[in-house]
T-cell receptor
């Protein structure tokens, strides 16, 4: 295990539902990330948090809303999603700073939007 | 341009063979090049990484070859095993930036 856990591992939701993805890191890192992984596409960085502060939002639609209450926990709140949002959502953490930054990934949440 | 191009998209190798995955980048500011390995149902995990001041790095059966002038780097898996079957991502980063990933290569090693 990498020290990064994600729940739930699988999620099926309708377009009108509201759900949340949870990520927790046990590595003492100060940066956390959300990525979207779709088939045959590069990993897409969605959000970055450094010391609980959001430092990047890569033009992500507002139907995705991140929350970082402390440096160990990260949430992704989902509402009124579209079928094209179906993907694997990965959380990662790192000790930010410097170019040799190694990110540790969780196992991901497989999301299906019906 | 913070792009990293990876090829091939998929690769089938016989057990014992050599698997080679190639990546090319544009931004000369990149100064750290990691490779990640992802098994089904798991997140990507760091496999091996290289800085551009060396041309090769070897860890067990895995070797990164780096060609700074051509802005290319590659992963070689010697004596490939069925357990190596996974998706491999190259990536690049420089200080102050974020990891930029390639598109991924799905490797299948047949027994």
């Amino acid at each position: 295990e990498t020290g990064v856990t994600q729940t739930p591992r699988h999620l099926v939701m309708g377009m009108t539902n509201k759900k949340s993805l949870k990520c927790e890191q046990h590595l003492g890192h100060n940066a956390m990330y959300w990525y979207k992984q779709s088939a045959k596409k590069p990993l897409e960085l969605m959000f970055v948090y450094n010391f609980k502060e959001q430092t990047e939002n890569n033009s992500v639609p507002s139907r995705f809303s991140p929350e970082c209450p402390n440096s160990s926990h990260l949430f992704l709140h989902l509402h009124t999603l579209q079928p094209e949002d179906s993907a694997l959502y990965l959380c990662a953490s790192s000790q930010a700073g410097g170019s040799m930054e190694t990110q540790y990934f969780g196992p991901g949440t497989r999301l299906l939007v019906l | 341009q913070q792009q990293v191009k990876q090829s091939p998209q998929s690769l089938i190798v016989q057990k014992g063979g050599i698997s080679i995955i190639n990546c090319a980048y544009e931004n000369t500011a990149f100064d750290y090049f990691p490779w990640y390995q992802q098994f089904p149902g798991k997140g990507p995990a760091l496999l091996i990484a290289i800085r551009p001041d060396v041309s090769e790095k070897k860890e067990g059966r895995f070797t990164i070859s780096f060609n700074k002038s051509a802005k290319q780097f590659s992963l070689h898996i010697m004596d490939s095993q069925p357990g190596d079957s996974a998706t491999y991502f190259c990536a690049a980063i420089f200080s102050g930036s974020r990891l930029t990933f390639g598109e991924g290569t799905q490797l299948t090693v047949n027994p």
